[in-house]
């Protein structure tokens, strides 16, 4: 599999974010940042990235990911593959646990496993 679909040598899920801010109240929300410097992972420039996970009700969370390049044309194409205790923090391992996502649309992937950016209705 082509490294780059992955994020390249390390890839961003290995770094240490910083909490950049956190808000309480009826829709809470924390926001990660990370800062991938020129040549990081063989890409070229600076790149400034935000996660923002808000709890917009009880049920439902919203992900917002941005990535800004600050000196230089930067590819890149952020994708979410968090996994979750649904037990909580030290409850155990989640061999047992099932979550059911209602979504209504997909995005295909081609035979490279490259999404094709078709928004496809489940």
């Known amino acids: 599999m082509n490294e780059t679909i992955l994020g390249g040598h390390k890839g961003f899920d290995i770094v240490v974010w910083e909490v950049a801010e956190y808000k309480k109240g009826e829709k ?18 600076d790149l400034s990235v935000t996660a923002t996970y808000t709890l917009t009700s009880s049920m439902t969370m919203r992900l917002d990911m941005e990535a800004v390049a600050e000196n230089k044309a930067t590819p890149v194409s952020l994708a979410q593959h968090t996994y979750w205790n649904l037990g909580g923090h030290n409850s155990g391992n989640i061999l ?8 209504s649309h997909v995005t295909p992937v081609d035979q490279n496993i490259v999404p094709t950016g078709e928004i496809m209705p489940v």
Do not use: L, M
């Open 28 to 45: 809470p929300s924390i926001t990660f940042k990370y800062h991938s410097h020129d040549g990081e992972e063989g890409y070229p420039g």
């Open 96 to 103: 047992d646990q099932s979550v059911q996502i209602w979504g």
